[in-house]
């Protein structure tokens, strides 16, 4: 089993930043994707971004320049930099890790007021 941990969310001003951390935890587990989810309320989830264990990252359109993905792998950990925040940031932001399975976390909340 895989369990991913996820922190960093809060409540920021538009205009700021913010940055989530997941960590992957578990026994002999392989990392081919980790990846950032978000669901903003009555929403479907959305890809945020991902990164590849060979450092491959992809960007939803809207985000890119704004968002960074990057990861620790020797930690196991991804982490999501959000930049120039706006109020439609707002949303439950999920960490998935695909390996021999698919895991989610929990989920942190961003919440950005105007």
């Known amino acids: 089993q895989v369990q991913l941990v996820e922190s960093g969310g809060g409540l920021v001003q538009a205009g700021g930043s913010l940055r989530l951390s997941c960590a992957a935890s578990g026994s002999a587990f392989r990392i081919n994707v980790m990846a950032w989810y978000r669901q903003a309320p009555g929403k479907q989830r959305e890809l945020v971004a991902a990164?590849?264990?060979?450092?491959?990252?992809n960007y939803a359109d809207s985000l890119k320049g704004r968002f960074t993905i990057s990861r620790d792998s020797a930690k196991n950990t991804v982490y999501l930099q959000m930049n120039n925040l706006k109020p439609e940031d707002t949303a439950v932001y999920y960490c998935f890790l695909a390996g021999d399975m698919y895991y989610w976390g929990k989920g942190t909340l961003v919440t950005v007021s105007s």
């Open positions: 990164i590849t264990g060979a450092g491959t990252t």
